[in-house]
C-alpha cells in the first residue's frame, strides 16, 4: 500500500512538473515573440523613419517613429481591458492562442506595408494602425503569460518559474540585436534602406504561428481549472478588480515602472541614440547592445533564485536603488563615443535591470487572487508600460536633442523613485501558496 501511495505521488509530481515546463515553453514563445518585436523596432526605428516620415531632418523623423511607437504603448491598457478578464473567465490558454496570432499577424503586416514614397500619408497612418494593432495583442499577452506560469509553479520556485519569462525577454532582445547586428554587417546601408529593414519583421510570423501550435496543445492551469470546478469562477473580473484591488494594482504599476522604463531605455532607445548623439557606427551600436543582453541573460535566473531564497521585496529595493545610483554614470560613459566604455556600461547596468525583473514578475503574480489574476497583472503591467515604456524613447530623444545626451538620466532615475517608493509600500509576498 505504501509502495502504491509513493509510486502515486511520485506520478503526479512527474505530471506537475511536466506541465510545469510545458507551460514555461508556450508562455515564453508568445513572450520571445512580443519583445522580438519590440526590440526590432527600436533596431530598424531609423529605417523606418526614411521610409514613413521623410523629412530633411533625420531627427525630426526619428521622432515622429519613437512617436509610433509610443502609440502602441497607449493600446496596451485597451488590450487588458478586453483580453485579460476573458482570461479570467474562459481560461489563460485560450485567450493566449489568439493574442499571439493577433500580433504576428500585425508585425508581419508591418514588414510588408508600402513606404510613404509608394502610397503617400496613407503609409504612416497605416503603420500607426498597425502598432495600435500590436499593442492591444501585447496588451493581453503578459499579464497571461507570467499568471499561466505562476500557477503552474510550486511556491518554493515561482520566482525561479517565472524567471524564464524574464529570461525570454533576454534573449528575443538578444536575438533581435544579433540578427540586426548581422544584417548591418552583410547588407549595404543602402539595401537596409530600400528592403533589408523588413527581414526582421517578417520573421515575426513563423515564430508566431509555433507559439500559437505550442499554446494549442497546453492544458489549463490547475488553479483556474479548480476555480472552474467549484463554479467560483468571476462573472466580472474587471469590475472586480476595479472596486477591490484598485490600490493593488495601483502599487503594481509602481513597482513595475522601472522594469518598464529600463527595457526601453537601455535596449530600444539606446541603439538610436549611440548613433544619432554619440556617432557609433551601427554595427558598434549594434555590439555595445548585445554585450549587455548577455549579461542580463546570464544574470536573470540567478537573481530570480535569490528572491526564492530572500524575499521578493529585498532584491526589488536593493536593485532598483543600485540603478538610481548607476543610471547617471552609465549615461555618461554610452555618451563618450568610445566603445570600450559604452560596453563597460551595459555590461555593469544589465544584471541591476535583471535582478529587478526577477523581483517584479514574481510579485505581480503573488499580488492578486486566481480569480482576476490575469486581470489585475495585466492592468498594473500594461499601464506602467504605457506611461514608463512607450513614450520613454520620444521623451529621451526629445531630452537628448535639447539638453545634451546625459540629460534623460534624470528622467530614468524619476522613475526608479517611483519604483523605490511603491515597493516600500507593499508586503512580501513570496513562499505562500496562491490566492
Given amino acids: 500500500m505504501t509502495t502504491s501511495s509513493g509510486a502515486q505521488a511520485t506520478a503526479i509530481a512527474e505530471a506537475e512538473f511536466t506541465n510545469a515546463r510545458k507551460a514555461i515553453v508556450a508562455a515564453s514563445f508568445g513572450t520571445y515573440v512580443e519583445y522580438y518585436d519590440f526590440v526590432v523596432y527600436g533596431y530598424v526605428a531609423a529605417y523606418i523613419a526614411a521610409a514613413y516620415f521623410p523629412s530633411e531632418d533625420p531627427f525630426v523623423g526619428l521622432l515622429l517613429t519613437f512617436g509610433a511607437f509610443a502609440a502602441s504603448y497607449v493600446a496596451r491598457p485597451l488590450g487588458a481591458v478586453i483580453f485579460a478578464p476573458l482570461g479570467d473567465k474562459y481560461g489563460r490558454k485560450r485567450i493566449l492562442a489568439v493574442v499571439i496570432l493577433l500580433m504576428t499577424m500585425a508585425t508581419a503586416a508591418i514588414g510588408l506595408l508600402p513606404t510613404y514614397a509608394q502610397i503617400g500619408m496613407t503609409a504612416p497612418v497605416l503603420l500607426t494602425l498597425l502598432r495600435v494593432l500590436q499593442g492591444i495583442s501585447a496588451g493581453g499577452e503578459y499579464g497571461g503569460a507570467i499568471s499561466l506560469i505562476g500557477e503552474f509553479a510550486p511556491p518554493r520556485k515561482r520566482g525561479f518559474y517565472i524567471g524564464f519569462i524574464a529570461l525570454t525577454t533576454g534573449l528575443a532582445l538578444l536575438s533581435g ?18 528592403w533589408g529593414w523588413r527581414i526582421p519583421l517578417l520573421l515575426s510570423l513563423p515564430l508566431g504561428l509555433i507559439g500559437l501550435h505550442i499554446r494549442f496543445k497546453l492544458e489549463e492551469t490547475p488553479h483556474f481549472t479548480a476555480l472552474a470546478r467549484k463554479e467560483m469562477v468571476d462573472a466580472s473580473p474587471l469590475v472586480t478588480t476595479l472596486k477591490r484591488d484598485r490600490r493593488t494594482v495601483l502599487v503594481a504599476v509602481g513597482i513595475a515602472a522601472a522594469n518598464a522604463c529600463l527595457l526601453s531605455v537601455y535596449f530600444v532607445y539606446m541603439p538610436s541614440a549611440l548613433k544619432q548623439f554619440s556617432h557609433f557606427a551601427p554595427a558598434n551600436a549594434q555590439l555595445v547592445i548585445f554585450a549587455g543582453l548577455v549579461a542580463y541573460c546570464i544574470s536573470v535566473l540567478p537573481f530570480a533564485k535569490l528572491a526564492d531564497r530572500v524575499g521578493r521585496r529585498p532584491v526589488l529595493l536593493a536593485s532598483s536603488i543600485a540603478l538610481a545610483v548607476l543610471v547617471y554614470p552609465s549615461f555618461v560613459l554610452l555618451s563618450r563615443g568610445v566603445l570600450l566604455a559604452a560596453v563597460i556600461a551595459m555590461v555593469v547596468i544589465a544584471p541591476a535591470i535583471a535582478a529587478n525583473v526577477a523581483a517584479t514578475l514574481p510579485m505581480l503574480t503573488e499580488m492578486f487572487s486566481t480569480a482576476n489574476r490575469y486581470t489585475g497583472l495585466s492592468l498594473g503591467w500594461q ?22 545626451a546625459t540629460q534623460p538620466a534624470l528622467y530614468v532615475i524619476a522613475v526608479l523613485i517611483v519604483s523605490i517608493v511603491a515597493g516600500f509600500a507593499t508586503k512580501e509576498t513570496f513562499n505562500r501558496p496562491l490566492r
Fill in 177 to 194: 540585436s544579433a540578427f540586426a547586428l548581422m544584417l548591418t554587417r552583410a547588407l549595404s546601408e543602402s539595401s537596409m534602406q530600400s
Fill in 383 to 404: 499601464v506602467a508600460t504605457t506611461i514608463f515604456s512607450g513614450p520613454t524613447p520620444l521623451v529621451l530623444a526629445a531630452l537628448a536633442g535639447t539638453g545634451g
